[in-house]
């Protein structure tokens, strides 16, 4: 026990296991309790030792239920000491004295009710220590078992030898959710709180790298899918290469895997949802050779007619960066047409760059089936990792309030002549909102663990199956009562940079061939004072002019020839008539007319084979409202995604209207500090915000920037 003056902590539980009411005196803690689908009640948390004393404090953990102390087993686990307790009575009050911890040392307890006195002693087949004994080390059991906790072995200990936890204690796999309606914004959202999550334990690497494998891993789903059918999608995971059903959608990669390690797929989804009660996350372990494969089966509804999406995310676990994104085009029809749809090939990486693999990560995958949309989060940062859940409903208005709200706030502070005065207050409203947006889209434990290293993180990695249409960059972190530093924290300002998973990641373009298009529109109410000052800026830093095409074949014509950068800098507006889609507004365009306009889905025809194979370019498209995508059932609008999808290696768009001048010194700023001073797009981005945020102006947060942090414009 802890010293006089530091008394030793004091977890205590009141009530039944299933709730949650926990008092903590001097630590940390999160907590939730769980009912499993077999007769044993867990609840599990994570405590720090952050107000011991030193290293002589042992963790007290009691609770007011003296009858059941026969029942109950307490494991707990620090790095890869994983230990067993009972409990003993005192003065009426079951208690079990927990190791010693030293400050700032993590520990995760696991609380077990067993249904009978006979199964709490076979607990774990071996004998249990008495009251106040320490029992002997055990090694790390295996990573899908015991609440979530999932790290390797250590190097030399077999998986299971010792102490092997039961298989009832593996958690459940994650279920579809039922869908709840979520309020689209006004000055802050109001929604549902989400069920919080077991918060998992902290990811601790083994000292020695894992010797990884090569794997072969496919998924399959029918080409056609009837509205309202089910249908399974097939995932296998082998050694030996796989043969396709026909008949068939299907996408594969040969991916490097850790065999201790479970892999983890998860499926997100556009157009199909997953049926009552099937999980969207399913854990496989790699087979001998020669084996069957390993396979699981997602039962998926069709929702929405036309091409839908299905991305097969495959993971291990602690690293968030997917080690492949398979992705297939299913079709869903109404009649139930046995036409197949055209299938995309595989594009997932067969490997993982360490680097961008260990940079803070905002995860954020997305389920969209008849317009309703949940988002699955998760943050991790070092060794610290936190989840989230929302349900956001109805998306395309969602997303329509959201941005009307931040083009009501740059009208409001448009009036306002004092720069400084502009500026502070642009800044307030923006900040007030976008603090709203946390609230809203994070959840506790994402925004406890972001606020948590915000002083330290300066490029988090934005990864997503499809979610490119809400502001992240405006998201404004919320202080705790009490801890306000007086400073911004929006995620640009933490470095928020955003990369779709199964598109290119290239760590060098090369610019040899640039196409810079800034028109002189032939309308005179069209032309802008400060454009030509973006091409300027990039030509400074390229060996020869851009080609600077004026007309819709021109700019088709270059596309197809491919290019390795592509700069636009005038309007773009999205086109309310059907296909509803993103149009670029070219020099011959006027109000009205149909003519002088390229569009995305231009983009999509215009990519050739032999484009996408040979480039993996930049394109920045300086224009008002084209750096997201419009939410629909299959994620098929907008130039972010049409360029994405179609090889782009980086992709800049503006998510909303910006004011000349500091369009064109963001541009400005950003080519001088990618080519002039050679820094990584991380880096440069980061200057041209803060470059746009002393004009004080909205236009620094309004640029999305997809890319792989580290990546560097070269003209060699």
């Known amino acids: 026990m802890g010293d006089a003056a530091t008394p030793a902590p004091v977890v205590r539980l009141s009530g039944a296991l299933s709730l949650t009411a926990i008092s903590v005196e001097g630590i940390d803690r999160r907590a939730e309790a769980r009912r499993l689908a077999v007769p044993v009640a867990r609840l599990i948390f994570t405590v720090t030792a952050s107000a011991l004393g030193d290293g002589d404090s042992v963790l007290r953990l009691s609770f007011p239920r003296p009858g059941e102390r026969a029942l109950l087993r307490v494991v707990c686990r620090r790095g890869t000491r994983v230990t067993v307790h009972r409990l003993r009575v005192d003065d009426q009050t079951v208690t079990a004295d927990l190791p010693a911890m030293t400050t700032g040392e993590i520990a995760v307890l696991s609380l077990l009710r067993f249904p009978t006195v006979i199964a709490a002693a076979a607990f774990g087949r071996v004998p249990l220590p008495g009251a106040g004994q320490m029992p002997p080390r055990l090694p790390l059991p295996r990573p899908d078992r015991i609440g979530g906790l999932r790290s390797a072995p250590p190097p030399g200990v077999p998986d299971g030898d010792g102490l092997e936890m039961p298989r009832f204690l593996e958690p459940p796999e994650e279920a579809a959710p039922a869908p709840v309606e979520m309020a689209p914004p006004e000055e802050a959202f109001e929604s549902a709180p989400p069920p919080v999550p077991v918060p998992p334990a902290p990811h601790t690497e083994t000292p020695q790298t894992p010797v990884r494998e090569p794997a072969h891993i496919d998924a399959e789903v029918p080409a056609s899918i009837p509205v309202e059918r089910e249908v399974p999608l097939v995932v296998r995971l082998s050694r030996d290469r796989l043969e396709a059903t026909p008949g068939r959608a299907r996408d594969d990669a040969v991916i490097p895997v850790d065999p201790t390690r479970p892999v983890i797929v998860t499926v997100a989804l556009r157009g199909i949802r997953l049926a009552e009660g099937a999980h969207r996350t399913r854990r496989l372990r790699l087979p001998d050779a020669g084996a069957a494969p390993a396979t699981a089966t997602f039962r998926l509804i069709g929702v929405d007619a036309g091409e839908a999406d299905v991305s097969v995310i495959v993971r291990q676990e602690p690293v968030e960066l997917p080690l492949a994104t398979l992705r297939l085009r299913p079709t869903v029809t109404a009649q139930g047409s046995a036409d197949a749809a055209p299938l995309v090939a595989a594009t997932a990486a067969s490997a993982r760059p360490a680097q961008v693999a260990e940079l ?83 959840g506790p434990d994402v925004r406890a663990l972001l606020w948590r290293h915000r002083a330290e993180v300066t490029s988090l990695l934005l990864q997503t199956s499809a979610e490119i249409d809400l502001p992240w960059e405006v998201v404004h972190l919320r202080p705790p009562e009490g801890e306000d530093d007086g400073r911004t924290h929006f995620l640009a300002d933490l470095g928020l940079l955003r990369w779709v998973y199964d598109t290119a990641r290239p760590r060098r373009i090369a610019v040899h061939s640039a196409v810079a298009l800034c028109p002189e529109y032939e309308d005179k109410s069209l032309r802008l004072a400060r454009t030509a000052e973006e091409v300027a800026a990039l030509r400074t830093h390229l060996a020869g002019d851009p080609v600077s095409p004026i007309g819709v074949p021109e700019v088709r014509s270059c596309v197809q020839n491919g290019f390795d950068l592509l700069h ?40 050739t084979t032999a484009s996408r194979a040979s480039h993996a370019p930049l394109v920045f498209l300086s224009a008002c409202d084209v750096g997201r995508l419009r939410s629909g059932a299959t994620g098929t609008g907008g130039f972010a995604e049409a360029f994405l999808r179609g090889g782009a290696g980086a992709f800049i768009g503006c998510g909303w209207a910006v004011r000349d001048d500091v369009a064109s010194e963001f541009v400005r700023v950003f080519y001088d500090a990618a080519f002039g001073a050679d820094l990584d797009l991380a880096a440069a981005t980061r200057q041209a915000r803060d470059a746009a945020r002393r004009a004080g102006d909205l236009s620094g947060l309004a640029y999305a920037v997809f890319a792989d942090p580290r990546t560097h414009l070269t003209t060699t």
């Open 360 to 442: 803070p990560t905002l995860r954020v995958d997305e389920e969209l089936a008849g317009g309703r949309s949940v988002l699955h989060i998760a943050a991790v940062i070092g060794q610290e990792r936190a989840e989230g859940r929302v349900e956001i409903g109805d998306k395309a208005a969602f997303v329509d309030r959201v941005y009307a709200r931040l083009q009501g706030i740059a009208s409001r502070v448009e009036a306002i002549r004092d720069a400084e005065t502009r500026r502070a207050e642009t800044e307030r409203l923006v900040r007030r909102y976008g603090q709203a947006l946390a609230d809203s889209l994070l």
């Open 568 to 607: 636009f800098a005038g309007h773009g507006r999205w086109s309310d008539a059907e296909p509803i889609g993103q149009q670029l507004l070219l020099a011959a365009f006027s109000p009205g007319a149909a003519e002088g306009v390229y569009a995305d889905r231009d983009v999509r025809a215009d990519l």
